[in-house]
């Protein structure tokens, strides 16, 4: 049974630069779709990037062109570099399956790891 667990987060500035990792303990080889997600204070959980097995991604309009998602299933690792960062990034990031093949058990999301981009 794959667990999930992110890491890398913290406090940065305006403009900085941040890499997230989500590591796997299990093979995520057979989950086409894994996507990084946040949660600002007060708003829902939204998408902010998905990458499938055979590296197509996809990005939410307001990280575009600043964001870069990537997989390694050797590793079952994704990551996430997060480049000229805004006070609005500002929220706790998850990594999970996409809805559509999320398995029951990673419907119970992890931790998720923080990021503050404040000057």
């Known amino acids: 049974q794959v667990q999930l667990v992110e890491s890398g987060g913290g406090l940065v500035q305006p403009g900085g630069s941040l890499r997230l990792s989500c590591a796997a303990s299990g093979s995520i080889f057979s989950i086409n779709a894994m996507g990084w997600y946040r949660q600002a204070p007060g708003k829902q959980r939204e998408l902010v990037a998905a990458?499938?097995?055979?590296?197509?991604?996809n990005y939410a309009d307001s990280v575009k062109g600043r964001f870069t998602i990537s997989r390694d299933n050797a590793k079952n690792t994704v990551y996430l570099q997060m480049n000229s960062l805004k006070p609005e990034d500002t929220a706790v990031y998850y990594c999970n399956a996409d809805p559509s093949e999320r398995p029951q058990y990673l419907e119970v999301w992890g931790q998720g790891t923080l990021v503050t981009v404040s000057s």
């Open positions: 990458i499938t097995s055979g590296g197509s991604t």
